[in-house]
């Protein structure tokens, strides 16, 4: 059966008990029509409440067992009743055999009510203590009102006994009740129609307490409602499907709401409150009664406080626990933060020691390079003796890569002065279009030697202020570049214009082009893309990051666009002389 095949039933029978209620007291005055309403609910009430156990087939059943055994209990008594009505023509006498099935009802309830509760874990000690409060209320008012009255009255003992046991009986199924209502926060549906139903029961009880003591009692009565409702919602909660997987919300922390607060307080006033009535009255008061009342609910509510200012000592607590773990965590991180920048400045140092170390071995190297170099030039000018072809050729060999040596040596070094920042210019006003042209002349015959168109425009005023060897450097490193990664028949496009203040040198080619992911890591020593160390094309790595510094070192930028295999433009943006009028130069010592 579908939840909502069974929610229909539950809602059904709902309007069912509805249309009963209503037809009771349409009824009024045919006591014997009214008596058989009355039985039919009744009698409805046990049978809904077990045919729901079967429909839904709560884990437990054994709470709803005992509601139906405290209804079934209810329907013999109130059937003792009916039977007076129907056959005698009268109401039966108090007390009766009714009474006593009556009375037999409440454990069964109360305890049904418990048995609901229990798979709630424990019962908590401040929802006790608050249901205890409003007990106490509930009981000072109630032996008030109904019990003292009847111990000084002039009732059978036996009469007795049943009319104080009754509101007994009363006060128990309240402190189950208030369990029920203060840690179930409900969140099924069948709970809160058994909260309902049980609230129908007491108040209508407590009402009849009263008008049977004053014999005040008569069938029929709006009172007769509260019961009656109570009997048809046990049946609508035992029928609706969440009965089966009945819940109850996880308990906040501060269970201390306003509205229990408010609850509470109203609870404590009970007891003066009854003494101002009493007095205003003018009937006898029970101090003591009421005195003993107070005592009890002080004793309650300073042991509720207790309980307040130990939870909150727990928190505090807690909370205390938390901020020292929480100290001691961020101590971790501070030492962890200063340890992390000893060993960055110690990288730092050691990447100082290397740049000194390149400094000083290239320095060494190019001193025996040059006096290398010297005396090569002195052999092969014949200034040592006749050479022969093949001596000559040879010595053509050494002297080609002791050249190319001293320019590695040489490039190393300014990476490490660049590194360290002494890199110094010897600065002068100079025309960049003049620059570049002389180093476009150097490369063409490497350019044509491999077919590769090279063609050089400049456009405007290209003056900046300078150091020509170095700037020099940068053109020859971009051209060469250029043509060593262009295959054979490409282009080489070189243009040089002024733009906004700035002198513009761009260095196009149509070559091997460079990936992305690559072009950040261009500018960077050492560097050489895949494609370059795959191609055997020869190379340092060092060209573009010195390049990069003279750039940087005249207050200049770089950048690169390019697409693999469609070519690469190197783009270098220098400031105008007009612009560096107020620079300070620096002059090499
Ligand atoms: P080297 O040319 O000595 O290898 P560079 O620093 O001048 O060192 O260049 C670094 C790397 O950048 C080169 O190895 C090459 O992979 C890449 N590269 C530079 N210029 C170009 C270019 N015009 N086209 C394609 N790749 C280039």
Redo the contacts with the bound molecule.
């Keep these: 059966m579908t939840a909502a095949a069974g929610s229909r039933g539950a809602r059904g029978y709902a309007a069912a008990g509805a249309v009963a209620i209503a037809a009771y007291f349409a009824a009024g005055g045919h006591a014997g029509l009214q008596a058989a309403i009355y039985q039919a609910v009744d009698v409805g009430a046990v049978v809904a409440v077990l045919a729901g156990v079967r429909r839904n087939r709560p884990r437990d059943p054994r709470p709803w067992l005992l509601f139906a055994g405290a209804l079934a209990l209810w329907t013999a008594g109130d059937t003792y009743w009916n039977v007076y009505v129907w056959f005698l023509g009268s109401t039966a006498p108090f007390p009766s055999p009714a009474d006593i099935a009556y009375l037999a009802g409440y454990p069964l309830l109360a305890l049904g009510v418990l048995a609901l509760m229990r798979g709630w874990g424990r019962p908590r000690l401040r929802d006790l203590l608050d249901g205890a409060v409003i007990s106490v209320a509930a009981a000072i008012v109630i032996w008030v009102a109904l019990v003292g009255p009847l111990a000084r009255g002039t009732l059978s003992s036996y009469a007795t006994t049943v009319s104080v046991a009754e509101p007994v009986a009363d006060v128990a199924l309240l402190l189950a009740f208030t369990q029920l209502v203060l840690r179930g926060r409900a969140a099924s549906v069948a709970l809160r129609l058994v909260t309902a139903s049980v609230a129908f029961q007491l108040v209508a009880d407590f009402v009849y307490g009263y008008l049977n003591f004053r014999g005040a009692y008569a069938n029929g009565m709006p009172l007769d409602a509260g019961w009656l409702a109570a009997y048809v919602l046990w049946g609508v909660a035992a029928l609706h499907p969440s009965m089966g997987r009945i819940q109850t919300l996880p308990a906040r922390v501060d269970e201390l709401s306003r509205r229990r607060i408010a609850v509470l307080a109203l609870s404590l006033g009970a007891p003066p409150a009854v003494l101002v009535v009493q007095a205003t009255l003018s009937t006898p008061t029970d101090a003591l009664e009421i005195a003993v009342a107070t005592l009890a609910e002080l004793a309650l509510v300073g042991a509720r406080v207790l309980l307040v200012v130990r939870e909150r000592e727990r928190i505090r607590v807690s909370l205390a626990d938390s901020e020292r773990r929480f100290r001691e965590q961020l101590e971790i991180a501070k030492h962890a933060q200063l340890e992390l920048g000893e060993q960055n400045e110690q990288l730092h140092e050691v990447d100082r020691m290397k740049d000194d170390l390149i400094a000083l071995v290239s320095h060494e190297l190019r001193t025996p390079l040059t006096s290398i170099i010297g005396y090569l030039e002195l052999i092969t000018t014949g200034e040592a003796g006749e050479l022969t072809e093949s001596q000559r050729s040879m010595l053509g060999i050494v002297e080609r890569n002791a050249r190319r040596l001293i320019r590695v040596v040489s490039d190393l070094l300014l990476v490490a002065q660049a590194q360290s920042g002494h890199l110094t210019l010897v600065e002068e006003e100079l025309e960049l279009g003049d620059l570049v042209e002389e180093c476009v002349a150097g490369v063409r015959p490497a350019a044509t030697a491999r077919d590769i168109e090279l063609g050089l425009v400049t456009t405007g005023v290209t003056s900046i202020v300078g150091d020509r060897q170095r700037l020099a450097q940068v053109v020859d490193?971009?051209l060469?570049?250029?043509v060593?990664?262009?295959p054979e028949r490409g282009s080489v496009s070189v243009s040089v214009s002024d733009s906004g203040g700035r002198v513009v040198l761009e260095?196009a080619?149509t070559?091997?082009?460079?990936p992305p992911s690559?072009q950040k890591q261009?500018?960077t020593?050492?560097?050489?893309?895949?494609?370059?160390?795959a191609g055997a094309?020869?190379?340092?790595?060092?060209?573009?990051?010195?390049?990069k510094a003279i750039v940087d070192a005249h207050g200049g930028e770089i950048s690169?666009a390019?697409r693999v295999s469609r070519?690469?433009t190197?783009r270098v943006a220098l400031p105008a002389a007009a612009n560096v009028a107020g620079r300070e130069l620096v002059s090499a010592a």
Excluded at 511 to 514: A, E, F, P, S, V
Excluded at 537 to 547: P, Y
Aim: avoid cysteine; charged fraction near 10%.
């Design positions: 490193n971009l060469s570049n250029a060593k990664f262009t260095v080619d070559g091997i082009g460079i690559e261009l500018f020593r050492f560097f050489r893309t895949a494609a370059a160390t094309v020869q190379g340092t790595g060092l060209g573009l990051s010195i390049v690169v390019s070519g690469s190197f």
